[in-house]
């Protein structure tokens, strides 16, 4: 699900709308961890922040518990360092015939994606959500989704001391709607 930071970004691109706060196209994009649904659409709360895209802090995985490192950080998705490389990302022949293009309105991962090793010994908890940022640290949660198994089934993780958890080639699909 898109943010309504996102969404109202892409609403005043398209309608002439853009002002200073209009879409920003970054280059970099983040995958993090969710231990629940990082906004609770039915409160006013819960739509204001994620009206401005922020206010998801007490749901992502933490990077210290107890003042000690847990090994969690946001992994890089997005182009990274080669801008013009659209490989990593795509599995989808486009509808021009060439590959590195969504097709109909969808993409997927064919890198697999790794978290650092879990450090704590209680883990990182029960992971049930997956969300899109913007930056490496802080910045604007830009989407989000539950996970899910190939059958559409809800699939939660829950990563022990030692492990590192993975998301395998074609796990993330991304679908505008």
């Known amino acids: 699900m898109l943010t309504y930071y996102v969404s109202n970004m892409i609403l005043r691109h398209l309608t002439g ?9 970054t280059t970099d994009c983040y995958i993090g961890l969710f231990t629940t ?94 969300g899109l940022f913007d930056s490496k640290t802080d910045g604007h949660l830009l989407a989000y989704a539950q996970l899910k198994d190939e059958h559409g089934d809800v699939t939660p993780i829950n990563p022990q001391k030692g492990q590192l958890p993975i998301i395998r080639k074609g796990q993330l699909e991304l679908e505008l709607k």
């Open 17 to 25: 709308g853009f002002r200073n706060d209009g879409l920003v196209i």
């Open 37 to 130: 649904e990082p906004y609770d659409l039915n409160t006013k709360a819960g739509k204001d922040a994620c009206d401005s895209g922020t206010g998801y802090e007490e749901h992502e995985v933490k990077t210290t518990a107890d003042g000690v490192l847990t090994g969690y950080e946001r992994q890089l998705i997005g182009r990274g360092a080669d801008k013009n490389d659209d490989s990593r990302w795509f599995n989808k022949i486009g509808i021009n015939g060439q590959p590195g293009s969504a097709e109909y309105g969808k993409c997927e991962n064919v890198d697999l994606i790794y978290f650092p090793e879990v450090l704590p010994e209680q883990g990182w908890g029960e992971i049930s959500y997956v």
